[in-house]
């Protein structure tokens, strides 16, 4: 069964670094989305993504976040200058259209 | 907030007996969907429900849903031990855009 997959699993950063998390979606689906947990929290939306360009954004989305398809197969969550509350599990789900998301299985990312 | 709500918090049930976890929404939706999450993990989709549906079936699973009181419940028929794990409803907007937003969740556990 097709999978989105995340990479790496665990990232340990320094507060005020940049992080990269990867995720490789589904190949024939159109619409892609990152989401966060923190510890023991609701899965809050963060930013969703269709046809090169993003859809919607949440209030947590600022301008420490990007997003970007650099290759036709990735899709990358870069946060810029990283806080302790970025501390969380991040997903990457991806969809065909409302039938349902595939996520991945996370990026625990922890800001030391 | 167009966000689902789920009831109750948590479940403490027998193997064997039947679960069952309600939503509330607060505005008008497109689809709703149900996911199961195991602790630390990726959520997996378990089924979605359209607006204009009433109920939907999924092996053990079944879904309604009522648009006129903004409710949806997940039974979960003769429960399993493997079934313990987070369940969260999800609801998108009516308004077109690409935003899934997640419930608090019903945690399940499931006594063997």
């Known amino acids: 069964e097709p999978e989105v997959t995340q990479t790496p699993s665990h990232q340990v950063t320094q507060m005020g670094q940049e992080v990269i998390l990867r995720c490789v979606p589904i190949?024939?689906?159109?619409?892609f989305y990152w989401y966060r947990q923190i510890l023991g929290q609701k899965v809050e939306f963060l930013v969703s993504f269709y046809n090169n360009e993003i859809s919607e954004k949440s209030e947590i989305f600022d301008d420490q976040f990007s997003v970007e398809r650099p290759d036709g197969s990735n899709f990358t969550l870069k946060i810029r200058s990283t806080k302790l509350e970025d501390s969380a599990m991040y997903f990457c789900a991806s969809d065909v259209l409302n039938y349902g998301y595939t996520f991945g299985s996370g990026t625990r990312l922890t800001v030391v | 907030s167009q966000q689902g709500e789920e009831d109750p918090q948590a479940l403490s049930i027998q193997e064997g007996e039947n679960a069952t976890m309600n939503c509330s929404y607060k505005?008008?939706?497109?689809?709703l969907q149900w996911y199961r999450q195991n602790s630390g993990r990726g959520l997996v989709h378990l089924i979605l429900i359209r607006s204009n549906e009433r109920e939907k079936h999924s092996g053990r699973l079944r879904v309604t849903l009522d648009t006129s009181k903004k409710s949806s419940s997940l039974l979960i028929t003769a429960s399993r031990a493997a079934d313990t794990a987070s369940y969260f409803c999800?609801?998108?907007?009516?308004?077109?855009?690409?935003?899934?937003?997640f419930g608090a969740g019903t945690r399940l556990f499931v006594k063997a």
């Open positions: 505005t008008s939706i497109n689809n």
């Open positions: 999800a609801t998108d907007g009516s308004t077109g855009g690409f935003k899934t937003i």
């Open positions: 190949s024939n689906h159109l619409y």
